[in-house]
């Protein structure tokens, strides 16, 4: 089994087809007639320029207009009149068409792949791709041909670049796994638009995939087999057709309001990481987000973002949910979550030491970008900001006086933001849950990270197999913590959201009704499933449901409870 970025949900099952790059070598030569030999590459231009538009009249309609825009880079990297000059000085001075183009667009390539701002890194890939396109015209080879593949298909290719993506026939192609690209790169974007499960960044796949190995890709955990047994296939057939049957069903409960059983209302909402999972989270018909983790802004670049570029990607996400809620968490640096440059030390225990809010209060200069971008950016949309990881007031506090320092600072800049911008915490330490009383008397909502809180709860590190058994949400040290978060919440009348994965899980969500939850936020897939599964349980059958698992003794007893209960 190899493992990767889990980069589109579903599992797809097939026969690889390894597209591998037609062989665009050429012998540099000198033409004899540079006039001629610029004609062939203006007529590569225009025919690119044509199949281009082509292909984006196509995505437009597989993948609709935000997606088939990416495209329109290629045409911006064809027509660009430099590149132009450049190729054309070069084949004044004796070069053969082949190799002006080739070293022009080499140029731009290294020159956007060394640049910091991953989205202009993101930019190589289309360069790589109109050069491509314009060498196989000139040299009169075909470029890999991803519409005419058979049914059934597993894509496996070094990269995907945004043209193959956009020749790919998504009835035929039952997933995709590449050996390049995160989460946010154009393969991924597109992969996610057209619905197809792909893992990319699995190392060396296009030498250890043959073309007709049998392959099974689960998108959702990042997982490719290859010639699976056949107990393997059973199992993942049995799992795609259920994810296959239950997307289908789900789509009735889409723009309907979340309510439950009886009626009451409670939010929806998603975690995203990155601007553009704002997209993603909004086609899944999100009602808001409880959790855009700010951290992984600081993972992609190369040094700490500045207040501006801080600024522009969470007003991005604050224009795109228009009026919902937008929380967004402050920086959760430490435990699993390493920044290189930060140069953090290594610590005998990361996930108990100097992290998330503990970094930042040390380090208040730097604290106060992140906040100061934060309230700029609530002028445009209903942002919240959440404290990471609090395990006392104080934490609360100091960062509170932080945010006022900060109001000040943009008072005297004449700049707009919120005033009366929420300030919140996340639960997910046992100090916090035992001091939820206090912390929801200067906190304006919760969110329960059940990631750590579990993890805390039970001493048993959340990616440690060898104690994976004690890492259990229905352990009833868990669920009494949750009960009493959600009730101290309530009784101060501030919201209680979680955002942890336990409120994606579908046998613990009536415990959450009946714990008096107002607001789930889940990744985007889970979105429709956790709004079908809030609709089926009043409170009365929560409640009926709830205190019984509230008096057993042990997590077995607890899920076999629940799964008995499951609708
Ligand atoms: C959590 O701990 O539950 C949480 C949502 O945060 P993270 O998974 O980023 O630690
Ligand atoms: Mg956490």
């Not at 619905?195 to 030498?207: F, G, N, R, Y």
């Not at 994810?243 to 723009?255: P, W």
């Not at 309230?375 to 104080?394: Q, Y």
Request: aromatic share 6%; net charge negative.
């Amino acid at each position: 089994m190899y493992e990767g970025v889990n980069a589109s949900d579903g599992i797809g099952i097939g026969v690889a087809r390894v597209a591998v790059e037609p062989d665009l070598s050429f012998t540099p030569h000198k033409p004899d007639d540079a006039g001629d030999e610029k004609q062939r590459y203006a007529a590569a231009v225009a025919k690119f320029i044509e199949q281009t538009n082509a292909q984006i009249e196509r995505m437009t309609q597989t993948v609709g207009e935000e997606a088939a825009a990416i495209m329109g880079a290629h045409i911006e990297f064809a027509e660009d009149e430099g590149i132009q000059e450049m190729v054309n000085g070069s084949i004044d001075s004796g070069m053969c068409a082949e190799q002006a183009v080739s070293e022009a667009y080499d140029m731009y390539y290294n020159m956007f792949s060394n640049m910091e701002d991953e989205l202009f890194r993101e930019r190589a890939a289309d360069v790589a791709d109109v050069k491509t396109g314009l060498l196989a015209d000139l040299l009169g080879k075909e470029v890999v041909d991803l519409s005419t593949l058979p049914e059934n298909s597993v894509v496996v290719v070094h990269e995907l670049t945004p043209s193959m993506t956009a020749d790919i026939d998504k009835d035929n192609v039952a997933a995709i796994v590449t050996e390049t690209g995160g989460r946010t790169s154009h393969s991924a974007i597109i992969a996610r638009a057209l619905e197809i499960p792909a893992v990319l960044s699995v190392a060396d796949c296009t030498k250890n995939i043959k073309g007709g190995d049998m392959v099974i890709v689960d998108g959702s955990r990042g997982r490719v087999l290859v010639n699976p047994a056949d107990s393997d296939l059973t199992h993942y057939r049995a799992k795609a057709k259920q994810f296959a049957e239950e997307k289908q069903a789900l789509e009735a409960y889409r723009g309907k309001p979340t309510v439950t059983g009886d009626g009451d209302k409670v939010l929806l909402v998603a975690n995203i990481g990155n601007p553009d999972d704002a997209n993603v989270a909004a086609e899944h018909d999100c009602e808001g987000v409880g959790l855009f983790r700010s951290e992984f802004l600081f993972m992609d670049a190369k040094e700490l973002p500045t207040e501006d570029e801080q600024f522009t990607a969470y007003q991005k996400v604050a224009l795109r949910m228009k009026n919902q809620p937008l929380i967004i968490r402050t920086l959760d640096v430490g435990g699993d979550k390493e920044i290189p440059y930060m140069n953090l030390q290594k610590e005998e225990n990361p996930f108990m030491g100097y992290r998330a809010v503990r970094y930042c209060l040390n380090n208040p200069e730097q604290y106060k970008v992140q906040l100061t971008a934060l309230l700029r950016a609530s002028a445009f949309g209903d942002i919240k900001i959440m404290v990471p990881l609090v395990t006392n007031l104080d934490e609360i506090r100091q960062v509170k006086a932080l945010v006022e320092e900060c109001k000040a600072d943009l008072d005297a800049r004449g700049v707009s933001y919120n005033k009366d911008i929420e300030v919140g915490t996340m639960i997910e330490t046992p100090a916090a849950s035992l001091i939820a009383d206090d912390l929801a008397a200067e906190c304006d909502f919760f969110s329960i990270g059940t990631n750590d809180l579990i993890g805390y709860t039970m001493c048993a590190d959340r990616g440690n197999d060898k104690v994976a058994y004690l890492y259990d949400v229905y352990q009833p040290a868990v669920l009494r913590s949750l009960k009493r978060i959600i009730e101290e919440g309530n009784k101060a009348g501030i919201m209680v959201g979680m955002c942890g994965e336990a409120a994606a899980d579908p046998l613990l969500i009536p415990v959450l009704i009946s714990f008096g939850l107002g607001e789930f936020s889940v990744s985007a897939p889970s979105i429709l499933r956790t709004r079908r599964i809030i609709s089926e349980w009043t409170k009365a059958e929560a409640d009926a449901l709830t205190e019984k698992v509230m008096k057993l003794k042990t997590a077995a007893e607890v899920k076999a409870m629940l799964q008995a209960a499951a609708r």
